[in-house]
Each structure stands twice: as C-alpha cells, then as structure tokens.
C-alpha cells in the first residue's frame, strides 16, 4: 500500500468522523424534499394547481412506487387519490 492509498484512506476516514453526528439530520431533510417533491407532483390530483403539472406526467411510474411510504409519512392512512389503490 502507498503513500497515496494511505493517504486516500485517512482521507475517507476524516470525513467519515466529520459526517457521523449528522447521519440523522441529513436523513431527515432528505426525506422532508422528497415529500415536498412528492406533493408536488401529486397536487393537481389533490385539487391544488400546479403549473408544472404536464412536465411531472413522466415521473409518475418512478414516484408511484414510494407513493404508499409518503401518504404514510404525511399522516394519511389510506390513498388520498381514488386512481391509485395502494393500501
């Protein structure tokens, strides 16, 4: 092993140290934007308007399989679109 995978490793591990207490903020703002881009996706199906709402047409067979883990996130115990029969 040389000096520059040596290097390299103490590198990984500093930052490592550095991320460590801050696992769990990071996890929670992750997942916050993901169910604000979830709403915002799925607004116009909930009666808010949405300008963009041509454009996130696409994304719906990616987002649909997390939609039952945010309508969960959001307190709703079942689907609040009658289109789509999760639970």
């Known amino acids: 092993m040389g000096f520059y995978d040596k290097f390299k490793r103490a590198i990984a591990v500093y930052d490592e140290i ?3 207490p801050h696992r769990t903020e990071i ?3 992750l997942r916050d934007e993901e169910d604000l881009f ?4 799925f607004s116009e199906m909930l ?4 300008p963009a709402f041509y ?3 696409e994304l719906y067979p990616v987002i649909i399989e997390r ?3 945010w309508h969960l ?15």
């Open 47 to 50: 009666g808010l308007p949405n």
């Open 67 to 69: 939609f039952h883990d």
């Open 27 to 29: 996890a929670r703002e």
């Open 55 to 57: 454009y996130t047409l």
């Open 38 to 41: 979830m709403l915002l996706c």
């Open 73 to 87: 996130r959001a307190g709703m115990e079942k689907s609040p679109l009658e289109g789509i029969r999760c639970c």
């Open 18 to 20: 550095l991320r460590q």
